[in-house]
């Protein structure tokens, strides 16, 4: 019961092909024996892992004494044939167990039928559990069939799969070969669970909004395109849900969150995907201050539930996620990591000729925010490795948020630039979330967007568009109100010391082969 290892020399797709010449005339001997190679009348009753929890702790005599049988199915992945009996090991999502077949016990008709399965088949066996000589817990088939005719075999050396390109590409030979990224996976749906968790028991609702709009809202990025051919009118995949979440609030839903896609028509790194998944949640009557003590508490308690820890290892750092977190402004970033005075806050031809001095390009049209912002960025956050809220962000470049009314421009005579109540949390120098104080007065968030629609004009292709329909409901009256979004995918890599943002979503964007 092994594939053809000696095929004649060639090249790696020739070889392949013979396999998968060799496994399709199996299952054309199988159907010539009268065995489906593809039935769906097996129902298993156990898993793998249900046999480890029962038996683990029982040696051969307790096992012999009291003889339980077990009804699972999984994978082959792994055989050793002695002629009349085999033990292969079986793989099902909760992991291995061994299983002993023999001739004798199953029957001549399907040993014969078991000497044409393959590494890969999918089978289903029946049997009570034992201990081998070797003491390695394993099931004595009873009953075995054959489940799935696998026609591919796996990839050579596909236990210890690491190219990594093939393992994102074929994500389901990657989740066969690394139970690693299984646990990976097993975690994010863990993540999404305990989210929802957190969220439900604080009262918030979860809602769905749309994936297309008629204006690209809610964030500074560009937008996918495309066209609905019955309303004749170009629609935008979602940047983000924000202003449809906030129309929520004005209807009277005071606590909302959405888990949900967003696309966004940018580059691709170990960071970013141009489809991602977000949490967006708005909070009626709250502020940024309630959303900061909300996400510390929030992300303390994900870690314990995912990692089973709040101190969480990530590219060779050992991140602390106890609250409280540190809290940095926009302007201390400067001074302390691109070592600028505050005098690029007073002047904006300063400051864009510090930026050019470190090699940043500046979009055209670019406010002295922007610049500033761009600075920051670049200086400061390769070094916010434990979390950090980034705070004061200048109001050219936060349209959304309410205007910071103790002190508009903590200037104290050196700046001209209004701040507002926002904050970004920063972890291993990734941003995981953004959030504010929401702007509610209409006046104001019209004025915000005709400085946005000027930035376009002057080549700013991200800048927001300007939304009348939202900018009514704001006249109906939007309730003061805090938002926020978390990045799940770069939250989930943190909680599974993921590398690469690829490594925790199922198919990342990949270019196709050539």
């Known amino acids: 019961m092994v594939d053809v290892e000696a095929v004649e020399a060639g090249s790696e797709i020739e070889n392949e092909h013979k396999l998968r010449v060799v496994r399709r005339q199996k ?17 298993p009753q156990n898993n793998a892992a249900d046999v480890h929890r029962d038996c683990g702790e029982q040696d051969g005599a307790a096992l012999g004494a009291t003889p339980r049988r077990y009804r699972v199915a999984g994978r082959i992945v792994a055989n050793r044939s002695f002629g009349k009996a085999a033990f292969i090991s079986i793989q099902d999502q909760s992991g291995r167990i061994q299983v002993y077949v023999k001739k004798d016990v199953v029957g001549a008709d399907v040993f014969d039928a078991f000497q044409l399965c393959d590494m890969g ?47 994102y590409r074929k994500r389901y030979v990657d989740l066969i070969a690394n139970p690693a990224v299984r646990d990976t996976f097993v975690k994010r749906t863990l993540l999404l669970r305990e989210m929802r968790r957190f969220l439900d028991a604080r009262g918030f609702m979860e809602v769905e909004t749309p994936m297309m709009h008629p204006l690209a809202g809610g964030a500074a990025a560009r937008p996918f395109v495309t066209h609905h051919n019955t309303l004749d009118m170009d629609l935008y995949m979602r940047i983000a849900p924000e202003l449809y979440l ?30 991602f998944t977000m949490l967006e949640f708005y909070w009626a009557y709250a502020n940024y201050e309630l959303l900061i003590a909300l996400t510390e508490e929030m992300f303390g308690e994900l870690a314990a539930k995912v990692a ?24 201390e970033g400067i001074r302390e990591f691109a070592k600028l005075p505050d005098s690029v806050w007073a002047d904006a031809g ?10 940043i390009e500046v979009k055209p049209g670019a406010t002295h925010g922007a610049v500033l912002m761009e600075i ?47 904050f ?34 002057a080549g700013d292709d991200e800048a927001h568009q300007l939304d009348e329909d939202f900018l009514e409901a704001l006249e109906i009256g939007m309730p003061p109100a805090g938002g926020e979004g978390v990045g799940i995918d770069r939250l989930a890599m943190l909680l599974t010391n993921s590398d690469s943002i690829r490594d925790v979503i199922l198919f990342p964007l990949m270019r196709p082969q050539v």
């Open 376 to 422: 920051f960025e670049r200086a400061s956050e390769p070094h916010l490795v434990q979390p950090t809220f980034v705070v004061d962000f200048p109001l050219d470049v936060s349209p959304l948020s309410r205007k910071k009314e103790s002190d508009p421009t903590l200037a104290n005579g050196t700046s001209s630039l209004p701040l507002v109540d926002r």
């Open 424 to 457: 970004e949390l920063y972890v291993a120098g990734m941003e995981m979330a953004n959030a504010f104080s929401e702007l509610n007065d209409p006046i104001d968030q019209r004025g915000r967007f005709e400085g946005q629609m000027a930035a376009r004009a």
């Open 246 to 275: 906030k129309r929520l609030l004005v209807g009277g839903f005071e606590r909302v969150y959405e888990i949900n896609r967003n696309f966004r028509n940018e580059g691709i790194s170990t960071q970013h995907n141009p489809e």
């Open 27 to 43: 299952a054309d001997a199988l159907r010539a024996r009268g065995v489906n190679p593809y039935p769906n009348d097996f129902r």
């Open 121 to 167: 088949d999918i089978v289903g066996v029946e049997g009570a559990a034992f201990r081998t000589k070797t003491n390695e817990l394993t099931l004595e088939a009873r009953e075995f069939r054959l489940l799935t005719k696998a026609l591919r075999p796996l990839p050579e050396k596909w236990h210890g799969l690491s190219d990594v390109e093939t393992r």
């Open 308 to 331: 089973g820890k709040t101190t969480v290892p990530f590219r060779g750092n050992e991140i602390r996620l106890e609250p409280p977190f540190r809290r940095l402004s926009i302007r």
């Open 350 to 359: 300063e400051a864009k000729a510090a930026a050019k001095a470190r090699g």
